[in-house]
């Protein structure tokens, strides 16, 4: 994502510890370390500073994970590209969805401590096959999922 790894390093320059909770595998750890250290965003650890799929409660949801991230750190915003990304009670059908996340006390948190980003990798938006949106220099293979190419 343009401007990512400038984000990324402005952060780190004022103090601020960037953590990725993502539902990687643990299988993957390396990997998922080594990818986000090749795009230029710098170190993460796994359990310090990366959190897979599993490494708290053993399940794919993130909220175990953000609560464990806000034990060890003072939380100052969360980035992500679909709802989960903020809290797994975003359940259900679109509208049931947009109604959650439009309420008043979600609502606010939009643009103010919440940002929800485009996925520049996947979705509907994009155009181009799976070597223009994945070249051969940037993919990686997930060894945990069993789904990666």
Same mark, same amino acid.
């Given at each position: 994502?343009?401007?990512?790894?400038?984000?990324?390093?402005?952060?780190?320059?004022?103090?601020?510890?960037?953590?990725?909770?993502?539902? =990687?595998?643990?299988?993957?750890?390396?990997?998922?370390?080594? @990818?986000?250290? &090749?795009?230029? !965003? /710098?170190? #993460?650890?796994? *359990?310090?500073?990366?959190?897979?799929?599993?490494?708290?409660?053993g399940?794919?949801?993130?909220?175990?994970? =953000?609560?464990e991230?806000?034990?060890?750190?003072?939380?100052? @915003?969360?980035? &992500?590209?679909? !709802? /989960?990304? #903020?809290?797994? *009670?975003?359940?259900?059908?679109?509208?049931?969805?947009?109604?959650?996340?439009?309420?008043?006390?979600?609502? =606010?948190?939009?643009?103010?401590?919440?940002?929800l980003?485009?996925?520049?990798?996947?979705?509907?938006?994009?155009?181009?096959?799976?070597?223009?949106?994945?070249?051969?220099?940037?993919?990686?293979?997930d060894?945990?999922?069993?789904?990666?190419?």
């Amino acid at each position: 994502m343009p401007g990512a790894v400038d984000a990324i390093a402005a952060l780190r320059r004022l103090g601020v510890t960037p953590v990725v909770n993502t539902n =990687r595998v643990a299988a993957s750890a390396q990997a998922a370390q080594a @990818a986000l250290a &090749g795009v230029g !965003l /710098g170190g #993460f650890r796994h *359990g310090e500073t990366l959190f897979l799929a599993g490494d708290v409660d053993g399940k794919r949801g993130k909220d175990a994970r =953000r609560q464990e991230i806000a034990r060890r750190f003072c939380v100052i @915003a969360m980035v &992500g590209d679909q !709802l /989960g990304d #903020f809290s797994d *009670g975003f359940r259900g059908d679109p509208p049931v969805r947009r109604t959650l996340a439009t309420a008043p006390a979600i609502a =606010r948190l939009w643009g103010h401590g919440w940002f929800l980003l485009p996925n520049p990798v996947y979705g509907s938006g994009l155009g181009g096959g799976w070597d223009q949106v994945f070249p051969l220099d940037r993919r990686w293979i997930d060894p945990g999922d069993g789904r990666g190419k």
